[in-house]
């Protein structure tokens, strides 16, 4: 993914209610077709055009069909190049959430200001070579992983995107989409009928449990630890980090905090070795603080767009970014977890 897509803010959402249950006579009703009833306390519902599902809230069940993911992506590459073509943010906002929605959105609103008239380099996104790789689960949310090759970035990388959806009524958006080396990709565990296995938050199996990777990693550029694999997210960010609080003039603070609710919350699918493939969630403020009689420059287009205030004395950024990671299995002999993309973005800018 270039760097010049880069994004925007939007609060963290709460999970939509699930559809109510039907009413007693439609589920007996559905009972009379035994190959299709699954348990007592499933609730069914008879659709228009007759056939009959089962709720998903209840039972153990593929998230998606291979031609339901198809389609999601297909809706999703088309609206996210109306709104690139655009740089309209309402043209995919209904296909974006989570991360993806932050990220995408502050370029946005960015070149709308920058060119109110559309992106002049706007080439659209083409995927080819994709693969959909769909977990059975109960309960809401669902989501799946799709990956693909674009006409964008290196061709050998590979692009994923968790699409999500948290009711049969509501519309398949993508909470991540990462780029990730081909020769990275993980092999995902999947049972005899082709769904993968979703790691559960709390899974104990794993190094860190998939709800405290966001802490963990906010803790480790902070503090470094052992924890997390040396590379350009881990090791050398934290390089950078120390060599710009150093700079004569201009001192640099930098606070993160782990986005963990809602279309946030942290993700994955079981590899093959037992570890998992974990797509999560931080955002970042980088504050630059004047010394006295230095100026701030602000040479950044995208910065100067997003700005409020003037930077008389301090200028803050604000980044959101996803990360995807492998998060190893306690049997292994290597412990660290390795990050192996980090996509973001800037989504605002304050002046003081």
Not at 38 to 45: C, E
Not at 151 to 178: A, C
């Amino acid at each position: 993914m270039s760097r010049g897509r880069v994004r925007g803010v939007r609060g963290p959402r709460t999970l939509r209610e699930v559809r109510a249950v039907r009413e007693v006579r439609a589920v007996r009703e559905v009972r009379a077709v035994r190959t299709l009833m699954t348990t007592a306390v499933a609730a069914l519902s008879l659709t228009v055009s007759g056939c009959v599902v089962v709720r998903g809230d209840l039972e153990v069940v593929p998230t998606a069909t291979q031609g339901e993911a198809a389609r999601a992506l297909e809706d999703f590459t088309v609206a996210y190049n109306k709104a690139d073509k655009a740089y309209d943010q309402s043209q995919d906002a209904s296909r974006v959430t989570g991360a993806l929605a932050d990220i995408d959105g502050g370029k946005l609103r960015s070149g709308a200001k920058l060119n109110p008239g559309g992106n002049p380099n706007h080439v659209p996104l083409k995927l080819t070579d994709v693969t959909y790789t769909i977990p059975e689960k109960a309960a809401w949310p669902r989501w799946f992983v799709a990956d693909a090759a674009a006409n964008k970035g290196n061709k050998t990388d590979r692009w994923l995107f968790v699409f999500t959806r948290d009711g049969l009524t509501d519309l398949w958006e993508v909470s991540f989409l990462t780029v990730v080396p081909a020769d990275d990709m993980p092999e995902f565990q999947k049972d005899e009928n082709g769904n993968a296995q979703v790691v559960q938050p709390d899974d104990t199996q794993l190094s860190v449990e998939p709800s405290e990777l966001p802490d963990r990693y906010v803790t480790y550029l902070k503090n470094d630890s052992a924890l997390f694999a040396d590379g350009p997210y881990t090791s050398e960010e934290r390089a950078r980090r120390q060599e710009n609080a150093r700079k004569p003039g201009l001192a640099r603070q930098y606070i993160d905090e782990a986005l963990t609710n809602g279309d946030y919350a942290p993700v994955g699918l079981r590899t093959t070795d037992g570890g998992a493939l974990v797509f999560f969630t931080t955002r970042t403020y980088q504050k630059q603080t004047a010394a006295q009689g230095v100026t701030i420059p602000v040479n950044d287009a995208a910065v100067r767009a997003l700005m409020t205030g003037e930077p008389k004395q301090s200028l803050t950024l604000e980044f959101v970014n996803n990360q995807a990671v492998l998060d190893p299995a306690k049997t292994e002999s290597d412990q660290q977890v390795r990050v192996l993309s980090q996509v973001g973005g800037l989504t605002g800018a304050k002046g003081e």
